[in-house]
């Protein structure tokens, strides 16, 4: 329980080893391998408590959660990436871990419940990797190109390409349908950037910064995600708002599009978005 209590002041103090060791009277070295140890621990529950819908069932039970948000159909998912800030890793490559907004950071990418709980996460990209450029490398994208997920879909911001599982707001709107659209599909998107938040305000050390070996530090990502999955489930009431952690939408959402796949799929994504604007938006 002591070495469990050390970490979870690691987490919850800037990151300061010596002020975590000190709660149960060790030395700083001793409370590096300490947290590192239980870090590890709890990162590997990951399966057990961060996953995607699989089932049928799983997958009708998301997508109603998600509609009664705002009457946006057949979403299990909101996906979008934020900035972990860390120190600079130093050598040749520590460039590539500053992000747009010039301090050094992981940017990690998650899927979100309608819930505010985690359902997938990516935690080993560079500051200046693209959310899109995230997205397209990874294994859920290829599980939706597979049809895992039948006929369902994600919502993200205009930083990802439109597809037909990846519904995104129109850039410009030009039928008042378009604009019923784009209300829904974004009040229903603000769940990651909920999510987002509590996970910061639970965990200050993901917004103010990790300041340990760049190694070690998507575990404490991972970690502090199943941490916070374990809180939703125990219906911990949610942490107070931090006056240091402001949750803006990132700066660099939309100036990039991701140019993955074929311009086949490209069409037939915004023609699939259209149809539904038309046939079901246009309808309420």
């Known amino acids: ?62 997508a109603l959660k998600f509609y009664d948000i705002a009457r946006f159909p057949r979403i299990i998912g909101a996906i979008d990436c934020t900035h972990v800030r860390m120190k600079s890793p130093g050598g040749e490559t520590a460039e590539i871990y500053r992000n747009r907004k010039g301090y050094f950071s992981i940017n990690m990418q998650a899927i979100c419940s309608a819930d505010l709980m985690f359902n997938d996460v990516v935690a080993r990209w ?32 205009s930083g990802y390409a439109q597809t037909t599982f990846m519904m995104t707001p129109f850039a410009t709107v030009s039928s008042a349908n378009q604009s019923l659209y784009n209300e829904s599909q974004i009040r229903t998107r603000n769940t990651i950037e909920r999510t987002f938040g509590i996970w910061k305000r639970r965990f200050p050390i993901m ?48 100036l990039e599009l991701s140019m993955s796949g074929s311009s086949v799929r490209s069409t037939l994504g915004h023609q699939a978005r259209q149809v539904l604007v038309e046939e079901y938006f246009g309808r309420l």
């Not at 919850?12 to 030395?27: C, E, K, M, P, Y």
Request: hydrophobic share 35%.
């Open 1 to 62: 329980m002591n070495q469990l209590l050390c970490t979870l002041r690691f987490y919850a103090t800037r990151s300061q080893l010596l002020t975590s060791g000190d709660v149960i009277g060790v030395h700083e070295s001793t409370a590096c391998r300490i947290i590192h140890k239980v870090t590890d621990a709890i990162a590997r529950l990951y399966p057990q408590f961060i996953s995607m819908p699989i089932t049928e069932d799983e997958q009708r039970q998301a």
């Open 207 to 254: 917004s103010r910064g990790i300041q340990v070996h760049l190694s070690r530090i998507p575990g404490i990502i991972i970690a502090t995600c199943v941490l916070h999955n374990i809180a939703r489930l125990q219906n911990d009431p949610e942490p107070p708002t931090d006056p240091e952690y402001s949750p803006i939408f990132d700066i660099d959402d939309g």
């Open 126 to 157: 560079h500051g200046s990797a693209h959310d899109s450029h995230i997205w397209d490398n990874c294994n859920q994208r290829r599980h939706f190109l597979q049809g895992t997920y039948r006929n369902y879909c994600l919502l993200g911001d």
